[in-house]
């Protein structure tokens, strides 16, 4: 079978479930963003030279196909095993406060592109906001959403951002926006 099936060469797609709908329906932008998310994840990974970030990135990799297949299936309730759970969840809030508690993290707004690795973070996590968002709009219209998604969406962006100043900071690169002497609130973080 080839990958050239010309299924969709009249503008449709298949959601899970077989349900043919437009390429430009919601579902399939939300889902296709998730699936953009995870190709910029791999291009961050495939530049950092950093192991431990590396593993974790890969390892979030293989859970946004599961992220992805819930929002292309409208019948996700159904499924035999969910495809976000809690631990999921979880999991990436733990390594966001394992990161947040290294030594010389920046806990400021930051400027990307002082290292390119960094930099391709900060790319996925714009990525990851513009998923989020795409999957909010979809609930919004009235659609069937796991509302975990949203909640693993949003924990993965600022897990993304701290992935970037964790390589900037293992560089010796200040990535802080501010200078030293500006005051105002901290903790702008990945907005």
Not at 64 to 79: D, I, K, R, T, W
Not at 104 to 110: A, P
Not at 111 to 132: K, N, Q, S, Y
Request: overall charge negative; aromatic content about 6%.
């Amino acid at each position: 079978m080839s990958i050239a099936t010309t299924t969709g060469d009249r503008g449709k797609t298949a959601l899970i479930g077989g349900e043919r709908v437009s390429k430009a329906d919601e579902r399939v932008e939300a889902y296709g963003t998730i699936d953009e998310l995870g190709a910029a994840m791999g291009f961050a990974r495939s530049i950092s030279g950093d192991e431990e970030t590396n593993e974790l990135t890969k390892s979030i990799q293989r859970e946004l196909f599961m992220v992805a297949g819930s929002v292309a299936n409208p019948q996700f309730e159904n499924a035999l095993t969910p495809y976000v759970t809690p631990e999921m969840i979880e999991r990436l809030t733990a390594e966001i406060h394992r990161i947040e508690n290294t030594e010389g993290i920046l806990s400021d707004w930051s400027l990307p592109g002082d290292v390119a690795a960094a930099a391709a973070f900060d790319i996925a996590r714009t990525v990851c906001r513009r998923a989020e968002r795409c999957v909010v709009r979809l609930q919004e219209s009235g659609e069937a959403v796991d509302e975990q998604v949203v909640t693993y969406l949003n924990r993965l962006s600022d897990l993304l951002w701290l992935c970037g100043r964790f390589l900037e900071m293992k560089a010796g690169v200040n990535s802080r926006l501010r200078s030293e002497e500006q005051g105002g609130n901290k903790w702008s973080r990945a907005w």
